[in-house]
Structure formats: structure tokens, C-alpha cells
């Protein structure tokens, strides 16, 4: 499992619309332009990018930072408090 953090900025209304929907297909939005997406195969990561490329416009950006698990584990909101929970055990 490979988990990213997504963040984008779009002009175009339409553009920004419809890479949110296609996100939304891999995991949760968390911001208005970002998202914690999950893959279960590292291949997935090329495909968003060959889906997602072509409806960019000049000046566009689309970033995908991945996430250890550690680091994920780490990661605290404004209040200190955990941004990620954990299953003490995962089914695969």
C-alpha cells in the first residue's frame, strides 16, 4: 500500500472539478485542493498521471508527495492531535 499526499492548483473551474472527482476514485479529499490518496499497486501512480496530464493547462500543477507510514503516523493538526488512525491490525 502506497499512500500520497495530493495537492493541486488549477485555474479553470471545470479542470479543477473534474481532477478532484478523479481523486476522489483513490481516497479522501482533505483540503479544498488536496488529497490523501491510497495505491495498492505502485503502477497505479503512473496511470493517475497519464489519466490526469492531459486535462492541464499551461501553468497548472499537480504534486504527489508520498507518505511513509511513519511520517503519516506522525503528522498532527493544529491542535496537536493525530491526523491518522491506525488499525492495531490490517487485513490484507
Not at 56 to 71: I, M, N, T
Amino acid at each position: 500500500m502506497h499512500i500520497y499526499l495530493v495537492c493541486f492548483d488549477i485555474t479553470d473551474d471545470r479542470i479543477r472539478d473534474q481532477v478532484g472527482k478523479a481523486l476522489l476514485e483513490y481516497g479522501d479529499r482533505v483540503q479544498k485542493s488536496v488529497f490523501e490518496i491510497v495505491l495498492r499497486r505502485p503502477e497505479e501512480l503512473q496511470d493517475i498521471r497519464d489519466r490526469l496530464r492531459p486535462l492541464l493547462e499551461d501553468g497548472d500543477d499537480l504534486r504527489f508527495y508520498r507518505l511513509c507510514a511513519e511520517c503519516r503516523q506522525d503528522s498532527t493538526d493544529i491542535r496537536g492531535e493525530r491526523l491518522a488512525q491506525f488499525p492495531a491490525v490490517m487485513l490484507v
